[in-house]
């Protein structure tokens, strides 16, 4: 069964990225509520629960930058992540002093935006207390994981490389990823990430196939 991270409503006009953003991110276990305008925004935030919105900046009604800065002034703190072929350095400050969030530049790679979508609700305190991969659970809380119904136990680094794999499905990690977000460093070597991976996917071997080695570059969950 799918289970969703978190409510996301995008709000872009270019039909064709929107349904491209609702598939990928609907592919990632996200919610989404779908606009192409601002029309509707307030309405739906007095009646649903929504974690995130990403927004494009231009859209017919006018710039969101303004709609934004009202919506701030109502009282509604949902983050927001503008989209934008606003590049210049001013529209980034303009944005970011407007209330958004997080500010990405068309065109942009998936991967990045996902990664800065996870990060938004980090802060934001959006996690899931449980991360779903497959027919494996992981309690971040009382920091389980479970196979099916069966407890499987884990080292602390065991722990936080699944964590860091379960919570970006599908992306490509490089090993200066892993070395700052399991071993919160940037001088882990090759060798040092290589050896936890291969012990990991032996001590578990039904994860052991998902667990894709990218040569010279890092690992995928997939």
């Given at each position: 069964?799918?289970?969703?991270?978190?409510?996301?409503?995008?709000?872009?006009?270019?039909?064709?990225?929107?349904?491209?953003?609702?598939?990928?991110?609907?592919?990632?276990?996200?919610?989404?509520?779908?606009?192409?305008?601002?029309?509707?925004?307030?309405?739906?935030?007095?009646?649903?629960?929504?974690?995130?919105?990403?927004?494009?900046?231009?859209?017919?009604?006018?710039?969101?930058?303004?709609?934004?800065?009202?919506?701030?002034?109502?009282?509604?703190?949902?983050?927001?992540?503008?989209?934008?072929?606003?590049?210049?350095?001013?529209?980034?400050l303009?944005?970011?002093?407007?209330?958004?969030?997080?500010?990405?530049?068309?065109?942009?790679?998936?991967?990045?935006?996902?990664?800065?979508?996870?990060?938004?609700?980090?802060?934001?305190?959006?996690?899931?207390?449980k991360?779903f991969?497959?027919?494996?659970?992981?309690?971040?809380?009382?920091?389980?994981?479970?196979?099916?119904?069966?407890?499987?136990?884990?080292?602390?680094?065991?722990?936080?490389?699944?964590?860091?794999?379960?919570?970006?499905?599908?992306?490509?990690?490089?090993?200066?990823?892993?070395?700052?977000?399991?071993?919160?460093?940037?001088?882990?070597?090759?060798?040092?990430?290589?050896?936890?991976?291969?012990?990991?996917?032996?001590?578990?071997?039904?994860?052991?196939?998902?667990?894709?080695?990218?040569?010279?570059?890092?690992?995928?969950?997939?």
């Open positions: 069964m799918l289970k969703f991270k978190a409510k996301i409503c995008i709000i872009e006009d270019d039909r064709d990225l929107n349904d491209l953003l609702t598939l990928k991110l609907k592919s990632n276990a996200y919610e989404i509520l779908s606009l192409f305008d601002f029309k509707e925004l307030e309405s739906v935030l007095d009646e649903q629960e929504i974690d995130l919105l990403i927004v494009d900046r231009n859209l017919p009604s006018g710039d969101s930058l303004e709609k934004i800065k009202n919506l701030r002034k109502q009282g509604y703190k949902e983050p927001v992540i503008f989209l934008t072929a606003k590049t210049l350095h001013k529209d980034l303009e944005g970011f002093e407007g209330g958004c969030d997080d500010y990405i530049c068309k065109p942009f790679e998936f991967d990045e935006l996902l990664l800065r979508i996870k990060a938004v609700l980090k802060r934001y305190k959006k996690d899931e207390e991360l991969y497959k027919d494996f659970i992981l309690d971040t809380i009382n920091r389980d994981f479970f196979y099916k119904d069966e407890l499987i136990e884990l080292s602390n680094l065991d722990y936080e490389l699944i964590k860091c794999l379960f919570e970006n499905q599908n992306i490509l990690l490089s090993r200066q990823f892993l070395s700052e977000n399991v071993w919160k460093d940037d001088t882990t070597n090759d060798k040092t990430i290589n050896i936890a991976l291969t012990r990991l996917r032996k001590k578990i071997p039904k994860l052991q196939t998902h667990i894709k080695s990218i040569r010279g570059v890092g690992y995928k969950l997939c």
